[in-house]
């Protein structure tokens, strides 16, 4: 490493330490050095457009973002601070299209959640993203994604009564105790019993593991619907179910956004999810589906407390990095996972589960994905 190159890193981190105390006027300054002793590139431009932004001149930063971008296109924290800066600005075209350009550099829209919460958080503006959803909608009007990133923007703003108005858990959560008995199977062994024998006999283990919310558990590949009667006949019924309650959403609450992207055609995408003692998974949605469900066939009583979090199923508290502090008034509906339950939720639902207190947990959890135009 050169003098010149050596120097240049000591600023930046100097810069990086005054970002992360508050003082944006201060990391500024040291960035803008590190820019003279080296010469300009995408990491420095970059990173005065982050001070810019939270020194309160978006107008500054989206210059600052767009020449990091002139330096290397490929930059993709500075295109995705580029549609928020667009989006505080007002121009919701042009962050449409900056939209559509992350999503294609990051292999489609169902992975956008993650990186712009995280700019989000980073430039400490969820009124931003409040707008760049407006823009986000309009340029994948079928994802669910930007409802969630939504929701965790109006958490962050306290808007309480828009939060509720956009998760309306009245009418688009819907907990079934016993779905069992709707379930029409005669075999050698009741229905529950059957399912878990066909997970564990027929099911092949998921080993991506890094790329998974299960902790301390395993997941399966996809299940595959006629693989054993009672399989099939779970899903007839859940058919018929997830059917049920999209007729019902739509007649409660038809001017919902999300029940207004209802799919007319669509198909089940099924997996295993075996959890061990204290296992459990993060909070996640699901970006590619539409509705998403969770059914139990085997919940040891040992495995759920008598009160949360312990087992149980926590929905709408996203993950922590989408924070950028502990919301003020957060409103979660918590489900005491039991044996024969099915839950169903929107895909844009962020959910997960406490610890596992004993192990021997099974869940069989689903997607509901449009298929077809």
Request: hydrophobic share 45%; aromatic share 6%; proline share 7%.
């Amino acid at each position: 490493m050169t003098p010149e190159a050596a120097s240049a890193e000591a600023l930046f981190a100097q810069g990086a330490q005054a970002l992360q105390a508050g003082d944006a006027q201060a990391a500024r300054v040291a960035f803008e050095q590190a820019a003279q002793v080296v010469g300009p590139s995408a990491r420095s431009q970059m990173a005065i457009g982050m001070c810019d932004y939270l020194l309160g001149d978006p107008a500054a930063a989206l210059a600052r973002f767009r020449e990091a971008l002139a330096l290397d296109p490929a930059h993709i924290d500075a295109r995705s601070m580029q549609v928020l800066a667009l989006a505080r600005l007002g121009h919701a075209e042009e962050a449409r299209t900056q939209i559509q350009a992350v999503a294609t550099q990051l292999g489609g829209p169902a992975v956008l959640i993650g990186t712009f919460l995280a700019r989000m958080v980073e430039l400490r503006d969820a009124q931003a993203l409040v707008s760049a959803t407006q823009a986000w909608r309009a340029a994948f009007p079928a994802s669910v994604a930007p409802l969630a990133a939504h929701a965790t923007a109006l958490q962050e703003l306290g808007r309480e009564a828009d939060y509720q108005a956009l998760m309306a858990f009245g009418s688009l959560l819907r907990v079934t105790r016993r779905f069992d008995q709707q379930v029409s199977f005669t075999g050698t062994t009741a229905l529950n019993p059957a399912l878990c024998e066909s997970m564990e006999t027929t099911a092949r283990v998921d080993v991506v593991r890094e790329r998974k919310t299960t902790q301390r558990g395993e997941q399966t590949v996809h299940l595959d619907p006629q693989v054993s009667p009672a399989m099939e006949a779970l899903f007839q019924r859940l058919h018929e179910a997830i059917t049920e309650h999209a007729d019902r959403v739509t007649a409660v609450a038809p001017d919902h956004e999300w029940v207004r992207m209802r799919p007319a055609r669509w198909t089940v995408r099924a997996w295993g999810v075996l959890l061990d003692e204290g296992g459990h998974q993060n909070p996640h949605i699901h970006p590619a589906a539409w509705l998403s469900g969770v059914y139990y066939p085997r919940m040891p009583a040992d495995a759920v407390g008598a009160q949360p979090p312990a087992g149980w199923l926590e929905i709408g508290r996203a993950s922590p990095y989408a924070y950028t502090r502990p919301p003020a008034s957060l409103q979660v509906q918590m489900v005491r996972p039991e044996e024969g339950t099915l839950v169903l939720f929107p895909s844009y639902y962020w959910h997960s589960t406490g610890p596992a207190a004993a192990p021997g947990r099974v869940s069989l959890a689903f997607d509901v994905v449009g298929v077809g135009g």
